[in-house]
């Protein structure tokens, strides 16, 4: 409890902010779901065989799983607040299309025929007759909508959006539990409060709660057209994956690009994913900059040769290969890598490796009959994943697919017996676990850098000579130890970047 209060304190203002990017985010799904769902209710409510094709097309529609659809949105929309506004009104539909239907269907018949003999047209009865008599049956509706887009809306920071998801996805990254609860019950309680907001305004006249609750969601909807129209210099964004170390990577991008450019406004969008998503979005422009490493590009987005697939081969020349590959297939610019190398790792608790003599990933051999590995689903179906353990070392033992975020815990509460990694991880440190040796070199050097188009590149001369400050620079013992101050001493990533800026003479204090 006093970690949960520590952090809520400590964490006030991004809560607040977090809070307000959910509710705008949820409201302007509901109002485009309700433009959307209640015109088309009530144009087919009487033509019972279109409103079933409709019915079944919008169920259908909220099986995708969510990921798919912010997946299959970015290449179209980009990321941000679009793809996941978009996502969220997919979802929303089919709770308010089925209960205008239902409320309208059920009735009377002799209310109905009592309209037509007061001579009323169409949208008098709608308005006058159908819609007062449905509202309770339709509200119904619309806060199963609404509960289900605050609950769903927590995914948006996947790919940029914000909101309380930003929260929850830190908190099993960092493994603070304080985060992720305070996310989880700050959603739960929006959606209660929105739920029983709406329940309220039912009791009320009908043209009272359609301009009430036009004005609610319409408040949101003006506050983001306003920051879409205010007028700056010029907009750099920044796009990171999920974890402290590609957060401290973009602070640091930041930091360097505002010394340069200070004119330049910097918008960073952490906590991505998946390597597709952030790719797709700077394929389309969506983002300007990621950080990227040399072995996801070759295992990852690039057609590589089979010479460059060799095991061994060193550092400097897989990023050469990946470089140039970049520069030839997407017309990208790969900025020089930084020192460290951040590869794959096999990681097994101490006391483990200790009572088995395992120092090395060959001598999983031996053991390989009792090992349960919890993998990510990226690391399950790379080359120089799992497959590659396969086809390498000769090991196959039972594996299962697991949360970045939640790989460690389980390896240390004895879930699973060994686990993907990365070797500049502070939880190796924090845990007291071992990273064992890769003595038939699987695993690719994996030095990161800088990634944009190359049309950005050009025209951004100044930003390109700020990034390549961190060329060659940040050892493995360097980054692990700024993972440690954030992960573990719940230091802020920008902190902890600026700090490392300034101490190696690369940024004025």
Same mark, same amino acid.
Request: proline share 4%; with cysteine.
């Given at each position: 409890?006093?970690?949960?209060?520590?952090?809520?304190?400590?964490?006030?203002?991004?809560?607040?902010?977090?809070?307000?990017?959910?509710?705008?985010?949820?409201?302007?799904?509901?109002?485009?779901?309700?433009?959307?769902?209640?015109?088309?209710?009530?144009?087919?409510?009487?033509?019972?065989?279109?409103? #079933? $094709?409709?019915?079944? %097309?919008?169920? &259908?529609?909220? @099986?995708?799983?969510?990921? *798919?659809?912010? /997946?299959?949105?970015?290449?179209?929309?980009?990321?941000?607040?679009?793809?996941?506004?978009?996502?969220?009104?997919?979802?929303?539909?089919?709770?308010?299309?089925?209960?205008?239907?239902?409320?309208?269907?059920?009735?009377?018949?002799?209310?109905?025929?009592?309209?037509?003999?007061?001579?009323?047209?169409?949208?008098?009865?709608?308005?006058?007759?159908?819609?007062?008599?449905?509202?309770?049956?339709?509200?119904? #509706? $619309?806060?199963?909508? %609404?509960?289900? &887009?605050?609950? @769903?809306?927590?995914?948006? *920071?996947?790919? /940029?959006?914000?909101?309380?998801?930003?929260?929850?996805?830190?908190?099993?990254?960092?493994?603070?539990?304080?985060?992720?609860?305070?996310?989880?019950?700050?959603?739960?309680?929006?959606?209660?409060?929105?739920?029983?907001?709406?329940?309220?305004?039912?009791?009320?006249?009908?043209?009272?709660?359609?301009?009430?609750?036009?004005?609610?969601?319409?408040?949101?909807?003006?506050?983001?057209?306003?920051?879409?129209?205010?007028?700056?210099?010029?907009?750099?964004? &920044?796009?990171?994956?999920?974890?402290?170390?590609?957060?401290?990577?973009?602070?640091?991008?930041?930091?360097?690009?505002?010394?340069?450019?200070?004119?330049?406004?910097?918008?960073?969008?952490?906590?991505?994913?998946?390597?597709?998503?952030?790719?797709?979005?700077?394929?389309?422009?969506?983002?300007?900059?990621?950080?990227?490493?040399?072995?996801?590009?070759?295992?990852?987005?690039?057609?590589?040769?089979?010479?460059?697939?060799?095991?061994?081969?060193?550092?400097?020349?897989?990023?050469?290969?990946?470089?140039?590959?970049?520069?030839?297939?997407?017309?990208?610019?790969?900025?020089?890598?930084?020192?460290?190398?951040?590869?794959?790792?096999?990681?097994?608790?101490?006391?483990?490796?200790?009572?088995?003599?395992?120092?090395?990933?060959?001598?999983?051999?031996?053991?390989?009959?009792?090992?349960?590995?919890?993998?990510?689903?990226?690391?399950?179906?790379?080359?120089?994943?799992?497959?590659?353990?396969?086809?390498?070392?000769?090991?196959?033992?039972?594996?299962?697919?697991?949360?970045?975020?939640?790989?460690?815990?389980?390896?240390?509460?004895?879930?699973?017996?060994?686990?993907?990694?990365?070797?500049?991880?502070?939880?190796?440190?924090?845990?007291?676990?071992?990273?064992?040796?890769?003595?038939?070199?699987?695993?690719?050097?994996?030095?990161?850098?800088?990634?944009?188009?190359?049309?950005?590149?050009?025209?951004?001369?100044?930003?390109?000579?700020?990034?390549?400050?961190?060329?060659?620079?940040?050892?493995?013992?360097?980054?692990?130890?700024?993972?440690?101050?954030?992960?573990?001493?719940?230091?802020?990533?920008?902190?902890?970047?600026?700090?490392?800026?300034?101490?190696?003479?690369?940024?004025?204090?």
């Amino acid at each position: 409890m006093d970690a949960l209060i520590q952090t809520l304190f400590s964490k006030r203002q991004e809560l607040l902010i977090a809070i307000w990017q959910h509710i705008q985010i949820s409201l302007i799904s509901l109002l485009f779901a309700l433009i959307i769902a209640l015109p088309l209710a009530l144009a087919v409510v009487h033509h019972q065989r279109t409103a #079933g $094709i409709f019915t079944q %097309i919008a169920g &259908i529609f909220q @099986t995708i799983p969510s990921l *798919a659809v912010l /997946g299959l949105l970015i290449p179209f929309v980009g990321i941000g607040t679009i793809p996941a506004i978009i996502a969220l009104v997919i979802y929303a539909i089919l709770p308010i299309f089925s209960s205008t239907l239902a409320g309208i269907g059920s009735i009377d018949d002799a209310l109905e025929e009592a309209a037509d003999a007061f001579g009323m047209n169409r949208r008098e009865k709608i308005f006058r007759v159908e819609l007062p008599l449905a509202m309770p049956t339709i509200v119904t #509706g $619309i806060r199963q909508a %609404i509960v289900m &887009i605050i609950g @769903t809306g927590t995914l948006a *920071a996947l790919i /940029g959006a914000g909101g309380l998801g930003d929260f929850i996805l830190l908190g099993i990254d960092r493994n603070n539990n304080a985060m992720t609860l305070i996310g989880a019950i700050a959603s739960a309680l929006l959606a209660i409060i929105f739920s029983g907001g709406i329940y309220w305004l039912q009791k009320h006249r009908l043209r009272y709660v359609l301009a009430t609750l036009g004005v609610i969601i319409c408040l949101p909807v003006v506050g983001m057209l306003y920051q879409n129209v205010h007028p700056v210099s010029r907009t750099v964004t &920044i796009a990171g994956k999920m974890g402290s170390e590609p957060d401290i990577l973009i602070d640091m991008y930041k930091d360097l690009i505002e010394q340069a450019a200070p004119q330049t406004k910097v918008v960073l969008k952490p906590n991505f994913g998946q390597t597709s998503f952030l790719f797709n979005a700077l394929k389309t422009q969506k983002v300007d900059i990621y950080p990227e490493f040399t072995g996801t590009v070759l295992e990852s987005l690039v057609k590589p040769s089979k010479q460059q697939r060799q095991l061994g081969v060193p550092g400097a020349k897989l990023y050469k290969y990946a470089a140039q590959d970049l520069k030839h297939q997407f017309q990208m610019t790969y900025l020089a890598p930084m020192a460290y190398n951040n590869t794959y790792a096999v990681v097994i608790k101490r006391s483990y490796a200790q009572a088995h003599g395992i120092t090395t990933i060959s001598d999983l051999q031996r053991v390989q009959s009792e090992l349960l590995g919890g993998f990510d689903l990226e690391f399950l179906d790379r080359t120089d994943g799992y497959k590659g353990l396969q086809a390498t070392y000769g090991l196959n033992f039972k594996t299962q697919s697991i949360d970045p975020g939640l790989r460690y815990e389980a390896l240390k509460n004895g879930k699973i017996n060994l686990t993907d990694g990365y070797s500049t991880d502070s939880q190796i440190r924090q845990f007291d676990l071992i990273a064992l040796t890769d003595n038939r070199h699987q695993f690719p050097v994996y030095q990161g850098a800088p990634l944009m188009n190359t049309s950005f590149a050009a025209k951004n001369p100044e930003i390109v000579q700020a990034l390549n400050k961190l060329a060659n620079k940040i050892s493995e013992t360097d980054m692990q130890e700024m993972n440690y101050e954030v992960n573990v001493k719940q230091q802020s990533a920008a902190t902890v970047a600026k700090h490392y800026l300034v101490t190696h003479q690369l940024l004025r204090g």
